[in-house]
């Protein structure tokens, strides 16, 4: 790699047009981009999480800011696979960039249930698979934070799809740079580094967790440098690509966070602030490197 | 259906109007072309990185060329936006959400709680006239409203009638309204709901609020509890949803 890094456009083979990415839960599944006409700078879009039977999600309140981030406790609310295929997915198919659809799963089946079954659709590029959510039937420990366990989910994936796709780890226990290099051993094409940081705010009066899960994921600017070492640490493990996800609110912290060793790299909470944010960071980054 | 954009709105003027209540008039003429009552707006509440969502704020009325805002500070979020100062120039997504529901030739019964009753103005506005039922705790927390029928009841009773809002909804007011509009705090909405007699509550409509995140559906934040088992968005679904749409138990249980 050389410095300061150029502009990726191309990502899995594919012209990406821009290496920002919306991060999942934070875009739908893009169909409300349309509406917004604020797709100008996407690379593409991760939709929300999608599991195999459709799930209401956490009770409200389901957000908490902090005075420097945010904290979430949405659950996985989504309408099942069998509703995303027959009813969002067509809608996305007008997205003017890939979509990589996010998996989910209570047991290591099923994630590769989900992906069969979304196979019946061309509209989407590939997945994202989602380890950082509790093996339900296993403990109950995320699945990112256990290499043998991210092994299977890649293998049950790769078994079911010829797809493309991308395993998002937890930064939440476990060593993230064992993790990343089973999510290879079993397929996997890419490496998201990394999802929330698990949070709490608590009211001191009453000792109470403001949010009902308790614990919640945390977003913030502020985390930039620890997905900044992440990234440079998985970068340096692993053969395929790290597309990066977490602490970017400036053209400035792409930048870093290509050097860092990501190929691409995701916007998430800034977008709450900016639902252009894609085509602002764009601009910022050109007026920075000159291109 | 609205047209949403993300629009840098001119300071007009901005004024505390009660005590940490604050009255701030954008230009915006896209706004006034679009916006329908009940719809809110997204404020950036700085130019800098944090807070790092913006502030959903129900439209209170349309101006000439513009639109004005009604809030209470009650976070810095809304501490940064009472500091905004005429001249400055202010990033607002909008018009965001569904609003009421207007019938042609309807009369309305607006039923407002304290900063609840911020929006109605919009409304009266809009469908012409209304008769309006305003609680607050006191006089301090009643905003003021152009209407040419407005009651009062103020808990201290500082002004108006002494008691609760849900003192003065007579049957004769239900019975002659088409539509009836609800909005202030969840309880309140709530005793509200429970005085209005079944055979009067396909009129009600309810202005609903959420810790919100994106605004315009993608984050799924805000979800309200509904009757029909579930949750809806208060951004895009709402923020106004039939009363009957509620789950009052399950929403006064969220403690929002």
Redesign the interface.
Known sequence: MSYPPSIPRKFWGVDFNSPVMLAS????FGE??L??Q?LSGVGAVVS?AVTFKSR??N???????T????L?S?GL?NPGVHHVLEHILPVAADLPCPLLINVAGESVEEFASVVSVLEESRVHLGYEINVSCPNVADGGAAFGVDPEVVLRVAQGVSRVTSRPFSVKLTPNGGDMVQSARAAVEGGASAVTVCNTFLGMQIDWETGRSILKRKVAGY???ALLPLVVARVWQVSNAVSVPVISSGGV?KGEDVLQLLAAGARMVQVG????????AAGELMAEMKKLTGE | MSVIRDYDCLVKHSEQVLPGVIRIVFECMEMVSNALPGQFVQIEPSTGTFPVTRRPITINRLTDDGFELLFDVVGRGTELMGEMRTGETVRILGPLGRGWMVHPDSTWLLVGGGLGAAGFQFLIDTVGSAKVLIGASSSRRVIPLESLSCTVATEDGSTGETGLVTALISRDLLEEADSIAVCGPVAMMEAVWNTIPSMYRDKVQVSTESRMGCGWGVCDGCSIPVSSGGYKKCCKDGPVFPGSDIDWKRWKEAGL
């Not at chain 1, 839960?25 to 739908?28: D, H, M, S, V, W």
């Not at chain 1, 005075?67 to 945010?70: A, V």
């Open positions: 839960g934070t875009a739908g409300e981009l509406d917004l604020c929300k209401e999600g009770p409200p309140p389901r957000l908490l800011e005075p420097y981030g945010l979430n949405i609310a977003t913030s600017p609110s909470t800034r977008l709450m602030r900016r639902p252009f």
